[in-house]
Nanobody
Framework: QVGLVESGGGSVQPGGSLRLSCAAS????????MMWYRQAPGKERELVAT????????IYPDSVKGRFTISRDNAKNTVYLQMNSLKPEDTAVYVC????????WGQGTQVTVSS
């Protein structure tokens, strides 16, 4: 049974940092690209980071490029999202997703950026 469990969210002031984690289970972790999405109230879900199975390639949208870094530890079956220079507009629920058919989603972790 596939499981994805996010952690590391919280409240932070603008300019601060957080590191999110997504612990995976139930599949061969290195065989799948992993993604982080975010969903803010009243906004469409946004893909914020993608990493290939062995971490050789990462992709970011312009909205987070240079501030967010996705990484993975295949020995720990965990994908991370390091978020620096956070802005109020980064406030959202952050969710990890496993690629593939079917794909799988975690439950999400709340990130709030506010002074």
């Amino acid at each position: 049974q596939v499981g994805l469990v996010e952690s590391g969210g919280g409240s932070v002031q603008p300019g601060g940092s957080l590191r999110l984690s997504c612990a995976a289970s139930g599949f061969t972790f290195s065989s799948y690209a992993m993604m982080w999405y975010r969903q803010a109230p009243g906004k469409e879900r946004e893909l914020v980071a993608t990493i290939t199975g062995y971490g050789r390639s990462t992709i970011y949208p312009d909205s987070v490029k240079g501030r967010f870094t996705i990484s993975r530890d295949n020995a720990k079956n965990t994908v991370y999202l390091q978020m620096n220079s956070l802005k109020p507009e980064d406030t959202a629920v952050y969710v990890c997703r496993r690629s593939g058919n079917p794909d799988y989603w975690g439950q999400g972790t709340q990130v709030t950026v506010s002074s």
